[in-house]
């Protein structure tokens, strides 16, 4: 299975050593300099520490954050305290608890310290703040900001109150800060490539469809959400240590607005741009500052002194971004992934090389163990008495369903029968006002959707849902990472299904480029990565036409026989229910109109008025 | 009425569409058919400036179509039913409507008219468009893009994951529109219906325009157009011809 990799080895070589080259350059103009270039530029360096945290959070999540620098603070408090000599605690900070006084730590364990610190504290505030949804955490994380800007600022005899500190020890070189954004950057791309950072990702593409796939969405953010507390405070505490001086507002409005823009300006998405941005913005901010305090424009005149230059030219770069480059410089591509790249490179995209076919049989059961005979299981999905109204209008009025595994369900019926929302029931995304779901004999009713996916109930949807960012094979990866599968043995099986589909040829094709067909076969592929015992299908046949329903049929048929699982199949395509299901309910006005054989179906009368029509039989008759 | 003119498409440097010639007469009811990914949907979305050509041009009634925005094209009457049901979930079904009318002078009366054409619409007329089922949204689309009295008709894949009665009731409209003259290009993968329904059916496969022709020709080269509708597949079919 070393065959199916989610990225090549050039592309991945790239992607890792860009950003680290830029910083090994950032730091070399920074030792050419005079000393006040080095300090500059390690103030930089400690920004992009800052920046690279947010972009743990923001770029993976697509959720903006406006509370990180409340981290940073807190983490330039917890490095400044635990290092100011003895002499100047009893001067500032006389409340301050004798534990931290004495502690005298040095700058790597100082910083260590401040990183745990921030960790825990980004643990604990997120614990509420990520369970408030996606269009609240922009708000809520923004009141944290302000809380922490408060309570910092008036706990006088612990900060030393809103005149801020002075006196800290200034331990922070210009390589020791180089070296540290280079970790931080090594973090980063680690995270955005690791089982957790690809659930992340799947939420930011597509919510509900990860949800469907066994993500939990408050889980997975609030991972980021602490590391991304853990790079700020690393990065606060650096560069406190540099400039040696600390108030309530050195991490506050001004610098939330700059190293926001330094991400965006990047590409929110990539780690390469949060590197490069911080770099870009820094440099323009330097250059409006110098000019804002009289300095010659480029050598040739001076406007004179123009306070607040810098500052509008920060707003302005964040508004130039967002209307013509709304991914930033790198478009949301790790470096890697850069066509201009590639071609400075002599080499072709890495991105449009197919995968090599895999041709390994398929993997079985939840073990990994391969299953060449159907697996026996016991238990059943049953349903029982499910109603669903919405408003006035009840849409299911006590439908009985019962899958086996192995076994092939067709559900139809007329548009508006309530098939999708029987399906919204059984996959918990919908909770109805009757009724219970048993899954293998366990009353499942209310569980959430990602629960479910991991106790092997997986769904499709009647649109694709696609993850368009990801690329084919990662997209399917994360179905099996969803259920809690190491990055490896994903990618393995994403490759062994996308295989089995036919789709192998699309692997690195990010799957927005797919035609709208092939999107939806993606989605079975992406459910069918997380080995389900029961899987539901909202129409996957539809806009394909006879000759590709029928290579759908053979394949879901292969799914049955090489997976043993229950399939439930939603398809108004009469050919693909007909030939794969040897049973069939149909639902009709909330109700089950009639459950048996295609057969027994096709010559039902009232099937025939409700949802065939009566034109359909003529054909068969002439 | 409408002509393309070596229309080329694009994307990203990778040309998908290499030079489509086909027009469209006053009243003509054109079906377009082919495997999935040849090319009907770029298509389409040229005609509506939804995307530029690279190459050649689209006209409609004289104009040139190339780079002029999607809203002056509509206003022009082209009209677009879009696949996958884009309706506005957050507003009602009347809502939606009305929007749809904005550009007609006498709106009200028309939705009146247009609902009795549908009515499990009429029946819903004031609930959210994000309670609708699949079909009932696609049925919505439709009603709305009629409500602008469009000149050219353009319909991706009006039976999407509608049930066979549903269908016939949308394909009886659509005859009934046909009576009335308006001109329709009409996308679908069922390719025996598109076949049956249109006077003349465009094949498009790989980009481009493999066959042409009305019904009785097309008829006998039956297995000719599976062909290249089958892509990788060529299997008989295995209903008995159930659905045609």
Same mark, same amino acid.
Request: proline share 6%; net charge neutral; with cysteine.
């Given at each position: 299975m070393s065959a199916v990799r989610l990225r090549s080895r050039p592309s991945l070589a790239v992607s890792v050593l860009a950003p680290l080259v830029l910083i090994a350059l950032t730091v070399a103009v920074g030792t050419s300099g005079t000393p006040s270039l080095r300090g500059t530029v390690t103030t930089i360096l400690c920004e992009m520490i800052v920046v690279l945290g947010l972009q743990v959070f923001i770029g993976n999540s697509g959720v903006y954050s406006f509370g990180q620098l409340g981290f940073a603070s807190a983490g330039a408090y917890a490095a400044a305290l635990l290092t100011l000599p003895a002499a100047f605690v009893a001067l500032q900070t006389p409340g301050l608890p004798d534990l931290i006084a004495n502690a005298q730590l040095g700058a790597v364990g100082s910083t260590a310290v401040a990183a745990v610190a921030c960790g825990v504290l980004a643990a604990v505030v997120g614990l509420p703040l990520m369970r408030t949804s996606t269009l609240a955490i922009p708000i809520s994380t923004f009141a944290f900001l302000v809380v922490a800007y408060n309570v910092i600022g008036n706990w006088d005899r612990v900060t030393g109150?809103?005149?801020?500190?002075?006196?800290?020890?200034?331990?922070?070189?210009?390589?020791?800060?180089?070296?540290?954004?280079?970790?931080?950057?090594?973090?980063?791309?680690?995270?955005?490539?690791?089982?957790?950072?690809?659930?992340?990702?799947?939420?930011?593409?597509?919510?509900?469809?990860?949800?469907s796939l066994g993500i939990g969405v408050t889980g997975e953010?609030?991972?980021?959400?602490?590391?991304?507390?853990?790079?700020c405070g690393v990065g606060g505490a650096l560069a406190v240590h540099q400039s040696g001086v600390l108030a309530p507002t050195t991490f506050y409005f001004v610098a939330s607005v700059t190293t926001l823009t330094m991400m965006v300006a990047g590409g929110a998405r990539s780690v390469f741009g949060a590197v490069l941005g911080t770099i870009a913005v820094a440099s323009v901010n330097e250059l409006l500052r110098g000019v804002e305090g009289g300095d010659k424009v480029l050598g040739l005149f001076s406007i004179g002194n123009t306070p607040g230059l810098a500052a509008i030219g920060v707003g302005l770069i964040l508004l130039a971004t967002m209307v013509a480059l709304p991914d930033g410089l790198t478009s949301g591509h790790e470096a890697g992934e850069l066509p201009w790249i590639g071609r400075l490179l002599g080499r072709r995209r890495v991105a449009d090389r197919a995968a090599p076919p895999?041709?390994?049989?398929?993997?079985?059961?939840?073990?990994?163990?391969?299953?060449?005979?159907?697996?026996?299981?016991?238990?059943?999905?049953?349903?029982?008495?499910?109603?669903?109204?919405?408003?006035?209008?009840?849409?299911?009025?006590?439908?009985?369903?019962?899958?086996?595994?192995?076994?092939?369900?067709?559900?139809?019926?007329?548009?508006?029968?309530?098939?999708?929302?029987?399906?919204?029931?059984?996959?918990?995304?919908?909770?109805?006002?009757a009724g219970t779901v048993?899954?293998?004999?366990?009353?499942?009713?209310?569980?959430?959707?990602?629960?479910?996916?991991?106790?092997?109930?997986?769904?499709?949807?009647?649109?694709?849902?696609?993850?368009?960012?990801?690329?084919?094979?990662?997209?399917?990866?994360?179905?099996?990472?969803?259920?809690?599968?190491?990055?490896?043995?994903?990618?393995?099986?994403?490759?062994?299904?996308?295989?089995?589909?036919?789709?192998?040829?699309?692997?690195?094709?990010?799957?927005?480029?797919?035609?709208?067909?092939?999107?939806?076969?993606?989605?079975?592929?992406?459910?069918?990565?997380?080995?389900?015992?029961?899987?539901?299908?909202?129409?996957?046949?539809?806009?394909?036409?006879?000759?590709?329903?029928?290579?759908?049929?053979?394949?879901?048929?292969?799914?049955?026989?090489?997976?043993?699982?229950?399939?439930?199949?939603?398809?108004?395509?009469?050919?693909?229910?007909?030939?794969?299901?040897?049973r069939v309910q149909v639902l009709d006005?909330?109700?089950?109109?009639?459950?048996?054989?295609?057969?027994?179906?096709?010559?039902?009368?009232?099937?025939?008025?409700?949802?065939?029509?009566?034109?359909?039989?003529?054909?068969?008759?002439? | 009425m409408l002509e393309l003119r070596g229309t080329k498409i694009a994307y990203r440097g990778v040309e998908v569409v290499h030079g489509v010639d086909f027009r469209i007469a006053p009243g003509e009811v054109v079906g377009m058919i082919g495997p999935n990914g040849a090319g009907k949907s770029s298509v389409l979305r040229a005609i509506c400036g939804l995307l530029r050509p690279s190459d050649g041009e689209v006209l409609f009634e004289g104009r040139t179509l190339n780079g002029m925005a999607p809203e002056r094209i509509a206003r022009l009457g082209v009209a677009l039913v879009p696949e996958g049901r884009q309706v506005f979930r957050t507003l009602t079904v009347a809502e939606n409507l009305r929007l749809g009318a904005w550009s007609v002078?006498?709106? &009200?009366? $028309?939705?009146?008219?247009?609902?009795?054409?549908?009515?499990?619409?009429? &029946?819903? $007329?004031?609930?959210?468009?994000?309670r609708l089922s699949g079909g009932e949204r696609q049925q919505l689309a439709i009603a709305r893009a009629l409500l602008g009295r469009p000149r050219l008709l353009i319909l991706d894949e009006p039976s999407l994951g509608l049930g066979p009665k549903t269908i016939d009731a949308i394909y009886e409209l659509l005859g009934e529109l046909r009576e009335e003259g308006t001109t329709m290009l009409l996308v679908e993968q069922n390719a025996a219906r598109t076949i049956d329904f249109c006077d003349r059916c465009l094949v498009l496969s790989g980009g481009t325009v493999r066959a042409q022709g009305k019904p009785g020709e097309l008829r006998g080269d039956f297995d000719l157009i599976r062909a290249y509708l089958g892509g990788r597949a060529k299997r008989e079919t295995?209903?008995?011809?159930?659905?045609?």
């Open positions: 109150g809103s005149g801020g500190l002075v006196s800290i020890p200034r331990t922070t070189g210009l390589v020791s800060a180089g070296l540290w954004a280079a970790a931080a950057a090594a973090v980063a791309l680690a995270y955005k490539w690791s089982t957790c950072g690809y659930r992340l990702q799947a939420t930011r593409e597509d919510e509900v469809a990860a949800r953010r609030l991972i980021a959400f602490a590391l991304s507390g853990t790079l895999v041709t390994a049989p398929m993997g079985g059961g939840k073990d990994g163990a391969p299953a060449k005979a159907p697996v026996e299981r016991a238990g059943a999905l049953r349903a029982h008495g499910i109603a669903v109204a919405f408003g006035g209008l009840r849409v299911l009025r006590g439908v009985d369903l019962t899958l086996r595994p192995g076994e092939a369900l067709g559900l139809i019926g007329p548009n508006g029968a309530g098939k999708t929302t029987l399906v919204n029931v059984l996959s918990g995304f919908l909770e109805p006002n048993e899954l293998d004999g366990v009353d499942v009713s209310g569980r959430s959707p990602f629960r479910l996916a991991r106790a092997g109930l997986t769904r499709t949807f009647q649109g694709a849902l696609p993850f368009p960012q990801l690329s084919c094979l990662e997209s399917v990866a994360v179905g099996a990472m969803g259920i809690g599968d190491r990055r490896g043995r994903a990618v393995a099986r994403a490759g062994e299904v996308l295989d089995r589909l036919g789709l192998n040829g699309r692997a690195t094709q990010p799957a927005a480029s797919l035609p709208p067909a092939e999107q939806r076969l993606l989605g079975v592929a992406r459910a069918l990565a997380t080995r389900p015992h029961y899987l539901l299908l909202d129409e996957p046949a539809a806009g394909l036409n006879e000759a590709e329903g029928e290579e759908l049929v053979a394949i879901l048929r292969g799914v049955l026989e090489g997976f043993g699982c229950g399939i439930l199949l939603i398809e108004h395509e009469m050919s693909v229910v007909m030939s794969l299901c040897p006005d909330g109700v089950t109109l009639r459950i048996g054989t295609p057969g027994e179906i096709r010559a039902d009368p009232s099937v025939i008025e409700a949802y065939l029509g009566h034109s359909y039989l003529e054909p068969a008759n002439a | 002078e006498e709106g &009200e009366a $028309a939705i009146g008219r247009t609902l009795e054409r549908f009515p499990i619409l009429r &029946e819903r $007329a004031g609930e959210h468009a994000d295995s209903n008995g011809g159930v659905r045609r």
